[in-house]
C-alpha cells in the first residue's frame, strides 16, 4: 500500500513555531474559559460553601460530593459548556490558521503592504474586540436559554459581517492578483491553486445562508423559551413547565451550535485537502526542476572537459 505524502508546509520552522505559540494561547483561554462559565453555572458558589481551611480532607470530601450532585442538576449546562467551548476553540484556532491561508495567495514580496487598501479596515478592530466579548458573556449566561439565544444572534450578526468583509476584499484581491514571476516558476501554480482553494471556501460556499440558518434555528429556540409565560394553559397541558423547558431550550442551542460547527468541519476539510493537493504539487515540481537544473549543469561540465554531455561517473 502507497504511503500518502506528508503536508510539506508541517516542515516549515515558522509553522512549527507557531504551533508552539498556540500552545500556550490555548492553555491561558481555556483557563479563562472555565472560570467564566464555572461562575455562570453556579459551580464556584458550591466549592465556596464547602470549603474550610481548618479541615482539608472533610472539604475535599464535601466538594465531591457537592460535585457530583452539580453535575446531575446542571448536565444540560455543562453540555452547553462544552459545545460553547469546541465553538470558541474552533472559531480562534480556525481564524489563526485562516489568516496564514490568506497571507500565503499572494507570491513572495507581492502580498499588498498598504493597510489602506483593505476596505472597511475600521471595523476590523471592532469586530476583533467584540467577539471576545460576546464568548464571555455566553459563557456567563450558560444558566439563561433566553438570554444566551439573543447573545448568539448578536455573534451571528458579527460573523455576517466579517464574513462580507472578508468576501469584498477576497474579491478585490483575485482581480488585481497578476503573477509576475516566469511562467514556468512553480510558485505561479502554487498561488493560483491556493486562490482556487480559497474561492471554493470563501466565496463559492453559501456561507451567509449557513449564517442565517443558525440564527433562525436561534431565534425558534428563544420563541420556544417564551411558550410558558405566553400560553400556560397549554404548555401545562403538554408538560412543558420553566425548568423542562429551559433543558430543552439548552439542549436545542448546545444542538445548534454543534451543527454548526460539523458543517464548518466538512467544508474545512475539503479545502484544506485541496491546499495539500496544491503544496505537494509544489514540492514535487520543485524537485523536478533542480533535478533538471543539476543534470543540465552537469552535462554543461562534461561538455566543457571535451566529454560526449555524459557526466563522468563518480
Known amino acids: 500500500m502507497k504511503k500518502p505524502k506528508l503536508d510539506p508546509r508541517d516542515k516549515r520552522v515558522v509553522n512549527r513555531l507557531r504551533r508552539a505559540s498556540n500552545l500556550s494561547d490555548w492553555l491561558i483561554s481555556t483557563g479563562l474559559f472555565t472560570?467564566?462559565?464555572?461562575?455562570?453555572?453556579?459551580?464556584?458558589?458550591?466549592?465556596?460553601?464547602?470549603?474550610?481551611p481548618s479541615d482539608i480532607v472533610g472539604s475535599l470530601r464535601k466538594i465531591i460530593g457537592a460535585s457530583y450532585q452539580f453535575f446531575l442538576d446542571e448536565w444540560p449546562g455543562l453540555i452547553l459548556a462544552l459545545a460553547l467551548y469546541l465553538w470558541f476553540w474552533s472559531y480562534r484556532t480556525h481564524t489563526s490558521n485562516e489568516m496564514d491561508i490568506l497571507d500565503g495567495l499572494y507570491p513572495e514580496g507581492q502580498a499588498p503592504a498598504n493597510w489602506d487598501k483593505v476596505t472597511n479596515k475600521r471595523f476590523i478592530h471592532v469586530l476583533a474586540v467584540g467577539i471576545v466579548v460576546v464568548f464571555i458573556l455566553l459563557a456567563a449566561l450558560l444558566k439563561y436559554p433566553p438570554l444566551f439565544?439573543?447573545?448568539?444572534?448578536?455573534?451571528?450578526?458579527?460573523?455576517?459581517?466579517?464574513?462580507?468583509?472578508l468576501r469584498d476584499n477576497l474579491r478585490r484581491i483575485f482581480s488585481e492578483f497578476r503573477c509576475d514571476l516566469p511562467e514556468d516558476d512553480p510558485?505561479?501554480?502554487?498561488?493560483?491553486?491556493?486562490?482556487?482553494?480559497?474561492?471554493?471556501?470563501?466565496?463559492?460556499?453559501?456561507?451567509?445562508?449557513?449564517?442565517?440558518?443558525?440564527?433562525?434555528?436561534?431565534?425558534?429556540?428563544?420563541?420556544?423559551?417564551?411558550?410558558?409565560?405566553?400560553?400556560?394553559?397549554?404548555?401545562?397541558?403538554?408538560?412543558?413547565?420553566?425548568?423542562?423547558?429551559k433543558v430543552i431550550a439548552t439542549l436545542?442551542?448546545?444542538?445548534?451550535?454543534?451543527?454548526?460547527?460539523?458543517?464548518?468541519?466538512?467544508?474545512?476539510?475539503?479545502?484544506?485537502?485541496?491546499?495539500?493537493?496544491?503544496?505537494?504539487?509544489?514540492?514535487?515540481?520543485?524537485?523536478?526542476?533542480?533535478?533538471?537544473?543539476?543534470?543540465?549543469?552537469?552535462?554543461?561540465?562534461?561538455?566543457?572537459?571535451?566529454?560526449?554531455?555524459?557526466?563522468?561517473?563518480?
Not at 467564566?36 to 460553601?49: K, M, P, R
Request: glycine share 6%.
Open 252 to 314: 436545542l442551542l448546545a444542538g445548534i451550535i454543534i451543527g454548526n460547527e460539523l458543517v464548518m468541519r466538512a467544508w474545512r476539510k475539503v479545502r484544506d485537502q485541496e491546499l495539500l493537493t496544491v503544496e505537494i504539487a509544489f514540492e514535487d515540481a520543485q524537485s523536478a526542476r533542480a533535478a533538471a537544473e543539476s543534470q543540465a549543469a552537469a552535462t554543461d561540465r562534461g561538455k566543457r572537459q571535451g566529454g560526449d554531455g555524459v557526466p563522468p561517473p563518480a
Open 35 to 52: 472560570l467564566v462559565a464555572q461562575w455562570g453555572l453556579g459551580y464556584n458558589d458550591e466549592i465556596t460553601e464547602k470549603f474550610d
Open 187 to 245: 510558485r505561479c501554480a502554487l498561488h493560483a491553486g491556493r486562490q482556487v482553494a480559497a474561492r471554493h471556501y470563501w466565496l463559492d460556499r453559501p456561507q451567509l445562508l449557513r449564517i442565517a440558518l443558525m440564527m433562525s434555528a436561534t431565534v425558534l429556540v428563544l420563541a420556544l423559551t417564551q411558550l410558558p409565560a405566553s400560553f400556560p394553559a397549554q404548555s401545562m397541558n403538554f408538560g412543558l413547565t420553566d425548568d423542562r423547558m
Open 149 to 165: 439565544a439573543l447573545i448568539m444572534l448578536v455573534l451571528s450578526c458579527q460573523d455576517i459581517f466579517a464574513n462580507e468583509i
